[in-house]
């Protein structure tokens, strides 16, 4: 028999070893403080640092591909720099970076000029109306709010006591200027190409120089959406679009539109709602069916009583609520009034300021006997005092009309360009100012759609206590 093999006793295996707890990671800090509200917000790549002095850094380690200008364009909400062009030269400054090269892949570089603090809400940071003498400012277009000029021209305003910037949210072609989340707005491809990109940082930079910002919604002359949707537009009496560039004022889907904006300006912190060519059509409205007669309304009642509707949502968010009305209703004509829509009297009970648009050169000629009216910045006088009377002496026809509401004041739109006024200049601008003073206005504001405002800078002059900080005017 052969013999078995003998195996040798099996080695015991060693027991096993008892887990290691693992470190907690670090917890992350509260989005309520400043560092945990920048760390939700980085990019990839970025890393919030401390500093010796207990500040905080944010250093970035740059990615595949990735230029100065899209690290600048990633951060710059985080940092106290307007434009991404801007911080992407200051990225390279501090960095000490060549000007021609891109960083390479796994660089670090500090990102500059971050936030100091936790940045209000767009509710916290609102400024509201002054408190002291009204509001005097100009109208700002988006594509200048939108570069580099936007900065030094408020801080040339606040030199000069100027506080309130007007900037659109809509013009009458009917494009948002910001990127706007109403479904309307979406639908026609109005608020594609925004120049503004983020609205409520572009109130956030005038805020911090104590300069207020109210939003301008052009309400019933929209060119896009009178041609994208022809059952808004204002209607032929053949039943069709009358296509002239305008809406029907009472339609209801038009008056949400309007609605809809102002509370998305307000939400982004806007400090006043400014409806503009809140009327009707004079022009090229020859076969215009309005559908008031079968519904027994006049316009100056459908004006009124979108502008009450706006105003209730205003009102919601303690926010003023301001009307553009145009120059010649101040005169008192029923036909004008009538024609436009546009009642003095009855719209001062429903905002916070009237803002008629006196500027002289829009007068006719042979208007108070002038044969250029252009050339006389007393119409602004005129005008004022004119708006002014109407509003006060104005007796309720109908009992709704009876209950005590604060009266609108009068803040005028005022001329800040040459067209018709052969003496245009810094003297026009400062007689304008004067005049409006004078006939009792709560302040005033410039109007210039070129955005020249050389004469304006030069006829307001900069308060003793800046006199020295002031910006040379351009």
């Not at 500027?359 to 007393?378: C, L, M, T």
């Not at 003297?427 to 006939?439: E, L, N, S, T």
Request: aromatic residues 6%; charged residues 25%.
């Amino acid at each position: 028999m052969g013999c078995a093999a003998v195996r040798a006793p099996a080695t015991p295996a060693p027991p096993a070893a008892a887990p290691q707890p693992q470190p907690e990671p670090p917890a992350a800090p509260p989005e309520n403080t400043l560092a945990g509200w920048l760390t939700a917000r980085l990019p990839k790549g970025g890393a919030l640092t401390a500093l010796a002095d207990g500040t905080i850094a944010i250093e970035h380690a740059v990615q595949d591909n990735e230029s100065l200008q899209d690290i600048a364009t990633a951060y710059l909400e985080l940092t106290q720099i307007y434009l991404a062009d801007d911080l992407a030269r200051a990225i390279r400054d501090t960095n000490q970076l060549p000007k021609s090269a891109s960083p390479e892949k796994g660089t670090k570089l500090r990102i500059p000029e971050i936030l100091s603090a936790l940045p209000k809400s767009p509710a916290e940071g609102r400024l509201g109306w002054s408190e002291t003498d009204g509001l005097r400012g100009v109208y700002l277009r988006a594509f200048v709010a939108a570069r580099k000029g936007f900065l030094p021209m408020l801080d040339t305003m606040a030199a000069r006591g100027m506080n309130l910037v007007v900037i659109d949210v809509k013009d009458a072609n009917g494009r948002i200027t910001y990127p706007s989340k109403v479904a309307l707005a979406n639908e026609i491809g109005a608020a594609g190409s925004p120049q503004i990109k983020n609205l409520a940082r572009t109130i956030e930079f005038a805020h911090a120089r104590g300069i207020r910002v109210a939003m301008r919604i052009v309400c019933f002359a929209d060119d896009l959406l009178s041609r994208k949707r022809g059952d808004l537009a204002v209607q032929h009496v053949q039943k069709r679009p009358l296509y002239i560039g305008w809406l029907d004022p009472s339609n209801e889907v038009v008056q949400n539109y309007v609605v809809d904006l102002a509370t998305e300006a307000i939400d982004a912190g806007a400090d006043e709602i400014q409806l503009d060519y809140v009327r009707y059509p004079v022009e090229h409205v020859e076969n215009a069916d309005f559908h008031l007669r079968e519904r027994k309304l006049r316009r100056t009642e459908v004006i009124r009583d979108f502008v009450r509707r706006v105003h209730t949502v205003t009102q919601a968010h303690s926010v003023p609520l301001s009307v553009d009305i145009f120059g010649i209703v101040a005169e008192g004509f029923k036909t004008d009034i009538e024609n436009l829509g546009q009642d003095p009297a009855l719209l001062a009970r429903e905002c916070e300021a009237l803002s008629p648009m006196v500027y002289p050169s829009h007068y006719p000629r042979g208007f108070h006997g002038y044969d250029e009216p252009g050339d006389h910045p007393e119409l602004v006088r005129v005008g004022v005092s004119n708006l002014l009377n109407l509003i006060r002496k104005h007796k309720p026809r109908h009992k709704e009309e009876e209950e005590p509401r604060e009266r609108a004041v009068v803040r005028p739109w005022i001329q800040g360009m040459p067209w018709h006024a052969p003496s245009f200049g810094p003297q026009y601008i400062a007689d304008q100012v004067g005049h409006a003073d004078k006939a009792g206005a709560t302040g005033w504001m410039v109007w210039n759609p070129s955005q020249d405002y050389t004469a304006t800078w030069q006829g307001i002059p900069v308060s003793a206590k800046n006199r020295r900080a002031a910006p040379a005017s351009k």
